[in-house]
């Protein structure tokens, strides 16, 4: 994959070798290599629905680079509301930038602006569908602390039904063949489809409906949010949210050296306790979005090559 | 006109030979000129209400000046909320800032902010009233096309009648004595004021019902939107509006090589099939709005001359 | 104090000292001093309600000193609507600037704040208790015009009962020793508490319920707005605010030279119609924030010592 001028909108448009290219790029960024590899650039930053984290994650990594950044998050303040369609919008904004960062409530709406823009679209999440920063920034982490992904056996805890970070990753995971367990309720647990797919692609995949009857070693537990909203019946969410939040106990019995990530933002799911152990790495993995953003800016602009 | 230090309210203060003086530092710009004239400087966006678009073109063109930009959007987040004036607001603004870019839902606002601050002020739309930025940027956009403005036919379609681009823009086009033709429904026709004030400045008008009627060449067709809510009768609005449409058989019936300008966003009254003819030059208009804003603030601040 | 990696919460915090250090940051800040002592720095600004002159203040403060700003405003684009926790929002920003300048209505927030987070935390409103920079560019401000801290006399009228900026304001006097005179209606003249600790602390200080009835000389007249919602009657409320009101007629019945302030924004405590005279320095006093701000945020970065 050639990154210059290119946009960056589906895990499934990346191949193994442009992974290891990102995670690459951003260890020499993290390490201070290609400083003011921005300078004079300007990323737009369209959030067409509130996202915090990922805004000021890109506005940061843009800013420390020496780039500049406009935007808007939320439609109350575009032309949006004046029925403009969303590929006039980014044919527009086209005009006033080098790169743009979209954040979308609607599936496929990344890949749509990234046709009709005549620079780099970046997907910041697109409704349930995509989210590959996100991924990229999970990779990293783990490859800082296990040199090869084909090796690493990540334990998914959680909701992997709806989880749209969880797709994303295992798909990414799969490409290096890595071995993967399953935690969930049966009526979250991860599609058919993609159980069987991942496993075309060569990974071992098991799956179990609670922690405490897995059986292999863990390297990483990647644990997602339990949301309320996916149960009819209150008191089956009370029952499966409390059985799968992750608690001081619940690392120390899982395999020694464990490490917790969660892609954040976090409610009640890891108890606050786990923070402070070593176990716990989610801070960092959100704070690696800076070099990992910064990496992919680099490329897709074609100041880092 | 000398622009250091200098407000741009309303099109109305405005000589021919500033506007020349605009559209040259503007080519200049576009060309490459004037590079990091806004070094050290800090734009204030004070926006009252909703304009992505016209925001992220000032904020884009200050950044990629070298300038730096602070600046809110919509009220909810503002001083306002707790019952302060305009003039407080500006005042204290302006102590914050170099330039302040204010657009304000009420008329005559702009003009109100230029009094109170100590530093230029720009108005970037004031309710219906005026929107001067935005006959620049039209006005340079024809005249990378057509050299000579004096001669120049523009034929202007759709709301004429509350149009304020519409307004600024003939009046502008007036002062170069330009021909121009009105083609809109009797109940949004040109105000008869304004018709009759461009007359006595020089320009000869014709008036059409529709455009199947013109029976002179047209340089520019400059389309706006019909908006639902002129009208109270949602049948006669459906006929007008259809009527008012221009598709790829619209162009192509009209004077070859017509260029189509809208000052955007656009609902429907373009086509998307107008889009790929050599004819639409919408978008290549809206990003003009970088070296014409670029030119602007470098005049005011003085840092261009 | 050290200011190197510290956080600024409260000004109960704060010895003599490090406001006198203060001061004269800003004093040399606004003189040209420590220029581009913010390159390469990124500052958040974490606004969880509403405040453009304080939000747009510090934007500002960063950017004339050469460094960048991210930030939010409203809690409606935060991952706060996902029910994350205030601690785990301040962990993750860490880890995207240098600093964070946090607004919150909550009340002790501010310090939570400053436990969770890696970098200085700089306090910007938390509820009804703190904001310590309004405090230093009052400060800063009356030490423009009056030297000796210690002997200057101001009087403070208005809702002197639940005003933030009064209380603060009034404890950092009593640290130099200041004498003070408090003039507001008995149900909003300053808690007792308070007014015995500034004694204690070894200013004099007096009491009155009308401006007319001061018999001693001021040397600035501090106003705040006394806000509807504290009184239950709208009767008492019209006569009390009708009081309180400072027109021209009641800065020429004070000592002669008497200097007008008050934290703005203003609804019509103050008559328009003082702006002009040279008593009133409200306005200087809110552009003294940029010097202000920029010296705090110099000095818990290091760059300035």
Do not use: W
Request: proline letters at 4%; a negative charge.
């Amino acid at each position: 994959m050639k990154f210059k001028g290119q946009s960056i909108i589906s895990i499934r448009d990346m191949e193994k070798e442009a992974l290891l290219k990102i995670i690459e790029t951003a260890d020499a960024v993290k390490r201070g290599g290609h400083k003011g590899c921005l300078e004079g650039k300007v990323v737009s930053t369209a959030f067409f629905e509130p996202s915090t984290r990922t805004r000021f994650s890109f506005a940061s990594a843009t800013q420390y680079m020496g780039g500049k950044v406009i935007g808007f998050a939320g439609t109350a303040s575009t032309s949006v509301t004046k029925g403009e369609s969303l590929v006039d919008t980014i044919k527009t904004i086209s005009g006033y930038c080098d790169v743009i960062v979209i954040r979308h409530p609607v599936e496929g709406a990344a890949r749509l602006a990234s046709e009709a823009a005549t620079v780099p679209v970046i997907n910041a999440g697109d409704g349930a569908n995509q989210h590959p920063t996100q991924t990229f920034l999970d990779l990293f982490t783990m490859s800082e602390r296990f040199r090869d992904l084909s090796k690493i056996r990540v334990g998914f805890l959680g909701d992997l039904k709806y989880g749209r970070t969880v797709h994303s990753l295992a798909y990414a995971l799969a490409l290096f063949r890595a071995p993967m367990v399953f935690i969930a309720p049966e009526i979250l647990s991860m599609p058919g489809y993609l159980l069987e797919e991942i496993r075309e692609m060569g990974s071992e995949t098991r799956q179990f409906e609670a922690l405490c009857d897995i059986d292999v070693s863990l390297d990483v537990l990647y644990v997602t949010r339990i949301q309320k909203e996916r149960f009819g019946d209150m008191q089956e969410y009370e029952r499966v949210a409390g059985t799968y939040r992750v608690t001081p106990e619940t690392v120390r019995a899982l395999t020694e050296g464990v490490r917790i990530m969660h892609p954040l933002p976090r409610v009640d799911e890891i108890d606050v306790e786990v923070d402070a152990m070593e176990n716990a790495i989610y801070f960092e993995q959100a704070h690696n979005g800076i070099p990992v953003r910064q990496a992919i800016l680099g490329l897709v602009m074609g100041t880092i090559s």
